[in-house]
């Protein structure tokens, strides 16, 4: 079932957002479980398109094993295995020039997290790997026996915001001269001196997901997607993006303002920024105490909306 694999995060106030027309064509960046995606076909009604990206081989696997739910809305979805950096070449490939849509619900699902044998989690010991493509190069243990210190020092600092960034990359580049860290169990027992008792869990997370995001270059690839988006959407066009990390929010902040990650102002003659986008809410939406307390994991979610102008 599709809420074993995960939750869908702000379903309704995304979905909302990406104001689904009659005949309307749209994409789902991340796919996972299908829950923003069956809402999207819902809409739709059997007319118009949607198109589904996962870069993960289970994504898929789950949307085939689910076929029969999608029944004979079949004809309004596609789904595409492949990192959504590349969304513009697959839309040329089915024929689509612009979008009404755009939808991205950044990161990884709950099945990453609960899967005992891919490494996302420090709670199941496996194999080092944090591929969210199977067919990656590049496994958890490959940056770590291969970076070095001041490379995974930079990491572990941008991405997890560890403040003692320094010593935890020491002690890896340390710990390797004795053998390669192969497994989750061996970055745990690294990692552990460096864990406060109180906040074990939470300093262990931090790492996992630095780790994670250099693993699957999910801060370029963000950033390749929303570069994209200007020339995918149509004038009215929506952009949605959840994102759960302060970097990723930042990028995309960015984007909707000025129309670039980096949040490089254009000015027009009398001073006013322009941008091909215009954000649609003032603040940004979170989700509500009942919707965290039903969905812990939806707890750092941030949704923006922009509209191509
Ligand atoms: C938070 S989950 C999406 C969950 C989905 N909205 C749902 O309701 O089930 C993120 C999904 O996006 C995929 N993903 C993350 N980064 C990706 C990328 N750059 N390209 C394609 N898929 C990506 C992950 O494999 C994961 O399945």
């Known amino acids: 079932m599709a809420e074993d ?46 198109y589904g990206f996962d870069q993960d081989l289970e994504a898929y696997e789950n949307f085939i094993h689910e076929r029969d739910i999608y029944g004979d809305i079949d004809n309004s979805f596609q789904f595409v295995r492949s990192n959504f950096r590349f969304m513009g070449n697959f839309l040329k490939f089915y024929g689509v020039e612009k979008v009404d849509g755009i939808l991205a619900d950044l990161g990884v699902s709950s099945r990453h997290f609960d899967s005992d044998t891919r490494g996302f989690s420090f709670r199941f010991d496996a194999p080092l790997d944090m591929r969210m493509n199977q067919k990656a190069e590049v496994t958890a243990a490959d940056v770590l026996n291969a970076y070095d210190e001041k490379r995974l020092a930079d990491i572990f600092f941008l991405y997890g915001e560890m403040k003692n960034s320094r010593k935890v990359a020491e ?3 340390r710990k390797r001269k004795n053998g390669k860290l192969l497994t989750v169990g061996d970055l745990v027992s690294t ?13 262990m997370a931090k790492a996992f997901q630095a780790l994670r995001i250099e693993v699957n270059q999910e801060m370029q690839a963000l950033k390749e997607m929303l570069n994209g988006a200007e020339r995918l959407l149509k004038t009215g066009g929506r952009l949605v993006v959840i994102t759960y990390h302060s970097l990723e929010d930042r990028m995309v902040k960015n984007l909707m303002r000025t129309g670039n990650c ?5 000015k027009d ?3 006013n920024v322009v941008s091909p986008f215009v954000p649609v809410n003032r603040k940004v939406v979170t989700p509500d105490d009942e919707e965290m307390q039903r969905n812990p994991r939806s707890r750092s979610a941030k949704l923006r909306v922009a509209e191509r102008i």
């Open 171 to 173: 002690a890896i580049v």
């Open 191 to 203: 990692l552990e001196p460096f864990c406060k008792q109180q906040r074990a869990k939470k300093d």
């Open 5 to 50: 694999y995960h939750i869908p995060v702000l379903l309704n106030q995304s979905v909302d957002a990406l104001n689904v027309c009659n005949g309307g064509v749209y994409v789902d960046a991340t796919f996972g479980g299908g829950g923003h995606s069956k809402e999207i076909l819902r809409r739709i009604k059997g007319n118009g398109m949607l």
């Open 262 to 266: 980096e949040g490089d102002e254009q």
């Open 269 to 271: 003659f009398y001073g």
